[in-house]
């Protein structure tokens, strides 16, 4: 009778852990610390061979709820813990990143004071391995119909961000299972399709960049943003017919920066020059950034000619200089 009567969650949190031994603990952490306490924590152990595992048994709380399975991946591991949900609203947590401690309570009132939105995001900073903040994400605030922007920029930046109305989550069916990358962008872009989204204007989550993240995967990264962009375009009639070209240019050039980043090789200087090349192809307003690619071609020649630990000196040089 009791179990009948109990009170369920207001929000779910769902983090799909898979060999984070090193993030982990400070990742539920900063769930623990939220300053709404109203939540349950639903952790997928996906497969984990690491000590992921022993160090989340040894964290009590009684809103943490832990299942594991075989390895699956991400999107597998987010759906599970969709369907364990019972929260009326349901944010994810990558097992690396970090929310800030009013993350939850801010979006929350957001929602509670936007009846017409489902969908609550906020502005990202990025972290290095060590937790520090190196670089500002794009901090755009964006409210009501957001598709159009989402499609031309993921200015949500991550899968760690929204908050979400969990029946509109289960009416599409969670995340598409056959994306290896940019399954959260697809993910947004579904929800914008439908929904209202409203903006939280501040930092609250810090995702961290690390050199075995999937997001460094660039070829992968292209080929799944070009099937996002494709079911994209076909799911709503379009009136801008710029927004196309829009995306792609924003694409390109989100790749060839993601391949001029540390650590410098000659394998990502030659991709970056492919990137370059499509950025320049697909931007119409290519001749009034000229002075903006001549700058990447000539960083991608340097790491194309200069042994890696030549060519990292040289930059490092050069940024000490300035």
Known sequence: MNEVNQKLPTISVVIPAYNCENTIQSTIESVLTQTFKDFELIIINDGSQDATLDIISQIHDPRIRVFSYPNAGG????????????????????????????????????????????????????????????????????????????????????????????????????????????????????????????????????????????????????????????NAYCARDLKDKNIQNLSMTNLYKYLTCKALNQPYNRQKGIAAAGFLWKYFINDISRFKRIKFTLKLLLKISIIISLPANLSTNFFKNIKTVN
């Open 75 to 230: 999107n597998v591991s987010r759906n599970r813990g969709l369907h364990y949900a019972v929260g009326e609203f349901v944010s994810f947590l990558d097992a690396d990143d970090i929310w800030t401690p009013e993350k939850l309570q801010l979006q929350l009132q957001a929602l509670q004071n936007n009846t017409d939105a489902q969908v609550a995001y906020s502005w990202t900073d990025y972290i290095n391995e060590n937790g520090e903040i190196f670089v500002s994400g794009t901090h755009i605030t964006a409210n009501g119909d957001v598709y159009e922007k989402l499609l031309v920029h993921n200015f949500l930046e991550n899968g760690s961000n929204p908050l979400i109305c969990r029946e509109v989550l289960l009416e599409l069916g969670g995340f598409d299972e056959s994306l290896q990358a940019a399954q959260d962008w697809d993910m947004w872009l579904r929800l914008a399709a439908r929904c209202s989204f409203v903006a939280v204007p501040s930092v609250q989550i810090l995702y961290r960049v690390s050199a075995n993240s999937v997001s460094t995967n660039l070829a992968k990264q292209e080929k799944y943003c070009l099937q996002v962009f494709r």
